[in-house]
């Protein structure tokens, strides 16, 4: 595909000198809930239900509590651009000061809720290095003052003019769109969905043919089992857009809460792609990152075991393009996989066969797994260390499995029951590549949290994103 020409930048926000509060319905917006869950509590009481005066009052109480404490938080909430940092105070009782580095910073973004959404507004999300999700949440602003504010941020943390790096990110043309008939088939044919299905059938059976009362409480489990997986992927996903942005990929997606998130150049540690076994039959497969800054966080538009979606369903032509741009020169097809010996077999009877690693002069590759087959790819300047493990069964059978550690998230890069000497050799070449990587290569080495560290010990380092200070 052409390379889009650059648009026409949006004017980034000035730096305000002095504190800035947030959007005024910023109480309402956040304290909607508390109405919801007051109402739902009234209609279930007898007694309120039978004098609906007292229960309008009662809403009432509710409603204003909320909005005077809510409006109290606004009050003392500010955000001000410092020339090092972004300073966030709040609190009306205990005083509390977040203040984020920008050089912490790996990621902006602007997210809008569902309720927010209807009044125009949007929460802006920076992923900070080594941090939490809620650790970089700036909501709400108006949509208009989210988007500038985050130019204004990325002009500030690249080092670059501002006029220069201000994006309009959706008039740009979609690189790919994920069909909503695609995501609800891929949901349908999962297996948790597919075990969820298949015991409500038996419970059905069983308790109009066979009289066994097992009760409507076994039931709701094996609902929530189907309806969570097509809400979180149909709804959750729809319309999943990816974009090429100035600073990388971006990603939107979502029905009544639009997401929008950032796969920034080089901030890459790892992917991960599933491919679940009827999805195989018909050439379908996920895509999963792990990116730094983001490790550790689960929801909005990360996956839950601390990565970032880069396509939830896609054919294979639609992954090896997304790979490609990823990862420039990465061809999967090319890199020669070597299969785990015969023997292995006492140990994985049936998956032995798809235990393989392969490299090039980028990445390590792994596969592993029959009902849910998972290829990680690990770039060699990306390792952070390589441990050989050998149980009492691998001993007797002469087998080892070399661990390529990474930052933490999807990506598991392990090269199962190799033979003794394949898996020694392995240990010292990988540790040999991720050397020379790290020395020519011209990106700057992740200081994230690593996954499971080696008991020899391997070195990692987590700075935090976030300096805090409270005060009564």
């Given at each position: 595909m052409s390379t889009p020409a650059p648009l026409p930048s949006a004017p980034p926000v000035a730096?305000?000198?002095?504190?800035?509060?947030?959007?005024?319905?910023?109480?309402f917006v956040r304290g909607w809930g508390y109405l919801a869950v007051a109402a739902v509590a009234m209609v279930n009481n007898e007694g309120l239900r039978s004098d609906l005066r007292?229960?309008?009052?009662?809403?009432?109480?509710?409603?204003?509590?909320g909005i005077l404490l809510g409006a109290l938080s606004w009050w003392f909430t500010k955000y001000q651009l410092t020339d090092e940092a972004?300073?966030?105070?709040?609190?009306?009782?205990?005083?509390?000061?977040?203040?984020?580095?920008?050089?912490?910073?790996?990621?902006?973004?602007?997210?809008?809720?569902l309720v927010p959404r209807l009044f125009g507004m949007a929460e802006l999300r920076m992923d900070v290095a080594g941090g939490s999700s809620s650790d970089g949440r700036l909501s709400y602003l108006t949509l208009d003052h989210a988007q500038q504010l985050r130019a204004t941020l990325l002009a500030t943390t690249h080092g670059a003019r501002q006029e220069e790096q201000a994006e309009v990110q959706d008039a740009r043309p979609a690189l790919l769109v994920v069909p909503t008939s695609r995501l609800l088939g891929s949901t349908l044919l999962s297996s948790t969905v597919l075990g969820s299905v298949a015991a409500l059938v038996w419970?059905?059976?069983?308790?109009?043919?066979?009289?066994?009362?097992?009760?409507?409480?076994?039931?709701?489990p094996l609902l929530l089992g189907v309806f969570s997986p097509i809400w979180k992927q149909v709804v959750g996903n729809h319309r999943f857009t990816l974009t090429e942005a100035d600073g990388g990929l971006?990603?939107?997606?979502?029905?009544?809460?639009?997401?929008?998130?950032?796969?920034p150049a080089g901030r890459v540690q790892g992917l991960l792609i599933s491919e679940p076994l009827l999805w195989r039959r018909l050439g379908w497969s996920r895509v999963e990152l792990d990116i730094a800054g983001v490790a550790g966080s689960s929801g909005d538009g990360e996956d839950e075991s601390g990565g970032a979606q880069l396509l939830p369903v896609g054919t294979t032509a639609e992954v090896a393009e997304v790979l490609g741009r990823v990862l420039p020169g990465l061809d999967l097809s090319r890199i020669e996989m070597h299969q785990a010996p015969e023997r292995a077999k006492w140990l994985r009877p049936i998956g032995w066969r798809y235990l393989a690693y392969g490299n090039d002069e980028q990445v390590l590759v792994t596969t592993q797994g029959w009902i849910n087959r998972r290829t990680s790819i690990v770039l060699h300047h990306k390792t952070q260390s390589v441990r050989l493990?050998?149980?009492p069964l691998q001993r007797r059978l002469r087998l080892a499995s070399v661990h390529v550690d990474t930052p933490a998230g999807p990506t598991n890069a392990v090269a199962l029951h190799r033979d003794i000497d394949d898996a020694a050799q392995l240990l010292a070449d990988q540790s040999d590549r991720a050397r020379e990587a790290r020395r020519t290569s011209a990106l700057p080495p992740a200081t994230t949290q690593t996954n499971e560290p080696s008991p020899e010990g391997s070195s990692s380092s987590a700075a935090s994103p976030a300096e805090e200070s409270s005060a009564t």
């Open positions: 730096p305000p000198k002095q504190g800035v509060r947030l959007h005024p319905l910023t109480p007292i229960a309008g009052l009662g809403l009432l109480a509710v409603l204003v509590g972004l300073r966030v105070d709040s609190g009306f009782l205990f005083r509390r000061t977040r203040i984020i580095r920008f050089d912490r910073i790996q990621a902006i973004d602007v997210a809008q809720p419970l059905v059976i069983a308790t109009t043919v066979f009289e066994y009362h097992v009760g409507l409480f076994a039931a709701i971006q990603t939107k997606r979502g029905l009544f809460d639009l997401q929008r998130q950032t796969v493990e050998q149980g």
